[in-house]
């Protein structure tokens, strides 16, 4: 990107500069020019910043949309871009938005994480993480599941960093985001319409079946949000075990029925209980990520989908999952850990096999949290 647009965006968002430079930040809402909140460690606060009206509100924006090729104006009052520095942000324009010109902006985070951040953030325990290492490492299809902002971007980039080396992953995303720390990776972003230019639009469809093309070890797909599901339940149903995507859902068997619903979207002649049954079978673990009401991210539960009953309901097992004991009084934290649910996954074979040390006893949960365990969690 040229430094011309880069100086430009930098001076019309100075009202933002001490958000934008504030490492801890991790996101800015703009709701209306006067009305500005950040999020810092899990919290969203409201911050004394202010632009000082909705026109340089506004310019601001454009010039963004301007430095990504885009417009962003009465007849495209909705922009999806990033910034130069790599974070991603989404606009809507007046009248739609109430408030004013409504943004928001997630910031691009610089430092690679990897299980062990995770580890020490509380959000996985170091059993969990290593189990997690070995569905990887034994090329498990593994779906990330959660709310918006829960953690499924940051889970999938440091799954994917664990990706054995000499592996070829290919990666497609709606907006590049995903670095994963891999040495043999091809990066795909899809290309919206631009009718007035003559540019066609490039789906993650489209991507999905030209990845399939460019012989793949394991296909990546940022975020299942569409017909595209149905592509990759079939890519991992034909032998490109150890592919990866997220989705948005709130627990593991909502995160089967999402897809499901998402592969029935498209022009399919598959009936829905077959395609109740490829969802089941292409599924071998959901990793669940939660924010929780302190504002902690924590992965809920890892579960392993062992296909469908005979009623046509999601078989699903937790593996691992994080469990409340307390509150912290001075600060609201909630206490807890991650602990295993007493369930040995099905291919526990696989991991004897393959020497890996990991003995059935990590599966075996503590006593203490049992009585937890048994109350199921909505
Ligand atoms: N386990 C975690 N603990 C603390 N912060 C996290 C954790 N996982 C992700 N984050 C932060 O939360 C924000 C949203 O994460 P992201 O992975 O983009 O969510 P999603 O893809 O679900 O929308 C990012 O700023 C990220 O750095
Ligand atoms: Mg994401």
Same mark, same amino acid.
């Given at each position: 990107m040229s430094s011309v647009f880069e100086a430009a965006i930098d001076s019309f968002l100075s009202p933002i500069k001490t958000l934008l430079d504030d490492e801890k930040v991790s996101e800015i809402m703009i709701n209306g020019p006067q009305e500005i909140f950040a999020e810092k460690g899990g919290l969203v606060f409201r911050t004394d910043c202010a632009f000082s009206d909705e026109e340089s509100l506004v310019? =601001?924006?454009?010039?963004?949309?301007?430095?990504? #090729?885009? *417009?962003? %104006?009465?007849?495209?009052?909705?922009? %999806?871009a990033r910034l130069p520095n790599g974070s991603r942000i989404h606009v809507v324009l007046p009248p739609m938005a109430k408030n004013g010109t409504t943004v928001a902006i997630r910031k691009f985070s610089k430092d690679d994480l990897t299980l062990k951040d995770l580890i020490n953030f509380g959000s996985l325990s170091p059993d969990g993480a290593r189990f997690l290492d070995i569905c990887v490492y034994l090329g498990k299809n593994i779906l990330v599941s959660g709310g918006t902002g829960s953690g499924k971007t940051t889970m999938l980039n440091v799954l994917g960093g664990r990706i054995p080396k000499t592996q070829r992953l290919l990666i497609i995303e709606d907006a590049a985001e995903l670095q994963i720390a891999a040495e043999h990776v091809v990066n795909f972003e899809t290309r919206k319409a631009d009718p007035a230019r003559g540019v066609t639009e490039v789906t993650i469809r489209d991507l999905v079946i030209s990845a399939m093309?460019? +012989?793949?070890?394991?296909?990546? *797909?940022?975020? *299942?949000?569409g017909e595209e599901a149905l592509d990759l339940v079939q890519v991992m149903n034909t032998g490109h075990d150890g592919s990866m995507g997220t989705v948005h859902a709130n627990n593991p068997v909502d995160a089967c029925t999402r897809l499901e619903t998402l592969c029935l979207m498209g022009e399919t002649k598959i009936p829905p209980d077959a395609m109740r049954k490829m969802v089941g079978s292409a599924m071998q673990i959901i990793v669940q990520c939660s924010r929780?009401? %302190? #504002?902690? +991210?924590?992965?809920?539960?890892?579960?392993?989908?062992?296909?469908? %009953?005979?009623?046509?309901?999601?078989?699903? +097992?937790?593996?691992y999952r994080w469990v409340q004991t307390g509150k912290d009084p001075e600060t609201g934290r909630y206490q807890g850990e991650m602990v295993p649910c007493g369930y040995v996954p099905s291919f526990f074979e696989d991991i004897i096999v393959n020497k890996l040390?990991? &003995?059935?006893? $990590?599966? *075996?949960? &503590?006593?203490? =949290? $049992? &009585?937890?365990l048994i109350k199921k969690v909505a």
């Open positions: 310019s =601001a924006m454009r010039a963004i949309a301007q430095s990504v #090729g885009r *417009v962003i %104006d009465n007849d495209n009052p909705r922009l %999806d093309r460019l +012989r793949p070890d394991r296909i990546i *797909v940022g975020e *299942v949000r929780y009401h %302190d #504002g902690g +991210r924590r992965t809920s539960h890892i579960s392993e989908i062992l296909g469908t %009953d005979s009623n046509g309901n999601y078989i699903s +097992r937790d593996i040390p990991f &003995p059935k006893s $990590k599966f *075996v949960p &503590p006593e203490w =949290a $049992k &009585p937890l």
